[in-house]
Structure formats: structure tokens, C-alpha cells
């Protein structure tokens, strides 16, 4: 019976390796696609979905969507992000955060982007640039906020707001 077995097992063996050269000789023959960089830097094009750098856009007044509250620092599983924040009485006697900076760390971040799915007010997103090297860690921190940008005011809009519950309400009564 263990001779059985034996001869068993090289077949098996010869079947799993005839399998595997299958595949390895399609690999041969099949068209290679090689990317030129740096040479084709002008025209080479980067999937959508690659997350390289993070960015905190800003419009033309210098102006940006982060709050300060720092969903975005306490969703990173491994610290890369720092919200720096300063917090101001405004004229109505109520207390407001205001960003003074918000530091990424580039050469810890894993690039899993909790950090943008989290935030509240889509301050931060991920871009396509991909040269990130450097020779000095140093310049791995990017301070994310430009220098005196400050929290876009957002628009007051002058139609009553209609909430979920009341249109819910409306289409049961329809």
C-alpha cells in the first residue's frame, strides 16, 4: 500500500509541476508592457485610484475646508497625521477651533486613506503625483495648510431647510 501511495505522490507531484510550466510558458510569449521612466514623464498616465501624496486643496482667497476637529489624526492607524489647532472666542461668545497647522508625515503614512474617508468636511484627498523621493528625511513632513489660509465660510442659504424626515413624511402622505 506505501508503494501505492508513493508513486501516487510523484504523479501528483509531476501533474502540479507540468501545471505551473503551462502557465510560466504562456508568461513567455505573452506582450510585455514596460514603462519608460523617467524618459516618458510627460505622457505617462497614472491610474485614478492611486493614492501618492496628501493634499488640503485651497481655493483663490487662500481659503480651506478643514475645521480642525481631528477625525482625520485620531482615524491614522500609525500617527502620520498632526492637527495643530488654536482655540478662539468669536464675537457671538461662542468657541471655535482654528487650524494653525495640520502636518503630514510622508514616510510613516501607509496610504490607506481613513484619514480622507473620515473627514467630516472633505478637507483632504489623495493625488496622483507620484515622485515622492527624497534624500533627507527631513523633507518627508508636509505641513498640508498653506501659510495664513484660513476656515472657508460657508454659504447661508435662504430657503428653509427641509429636513429627511419631513420629506419621508410627505412621500407616506402622497
Known amino acids: 500500500m506505501k508503494f501505492f501511495n508513493y508513486i501516487e505522490g510523484i504523479f501528483t507531484a509531476l501533474r502540479s509541476l507540468a501545471g505551473g510550466m503551462i502557465v510560466t510558458w ?3 510569449f505573452t506582450p510585455k508592457v514596460t514603462m519608460q521612466y523617467p524618459e516618458n514623464r510627460k505622457t505617462l ?7 501618492s501624496e496628501l493634499i488640503m ?3 483663490e482667497n487662500n481659503e480651506h475646508a478643514c475645521t480642525a476637529c481631528g477625525i482625520c489624526m485620531m482615524n491614522c492607524p500609525n500617527g502620520s497625521i498632526e492637527v495643530l489647532s488654536t482655540t478662539i472666542e468669536t464675537e457671538d461668545g461662542k468657541k471655535k477651533k482654528i487650524l494653525n497647522k495640520h502636518l503630514w508625515n510622508y514616510g510613516s503614512c501607509t496610504f490607506c486613506n481613513l484619514c480622507v474617508i473620515t473627514c467630516p468636511s472633505d478637507a483632504i484627498i489623495f493625488n496622483n503625483e507620484f515622485e515622492g523621493a527624497v534624500f533627507d528625511k527631513s523633507k ?3 505641513r498640508l495648510n498653506r501659510e495664513d489660509s484660513k476656515l472657508r465660510e460657508r454659504k447661508k442659504d435662504t430657503a428653509p431647510a427641509t429636513t ?3 420629506i419621508k413624511k410627505e412621500n407616506k402622505e402622497a
Open 26 to 28: 504562456k508568461e513567455l
Open 45 to 51: 498616465t497614472i491610474s485614478n485610484r492611486w493614492r
Open 57 to 59: 486643496p485651497h481655493d
Open 140 to 142: 518627508l513632513l508636509h
Open 164 to 166: 429627511n424626515t419631513t
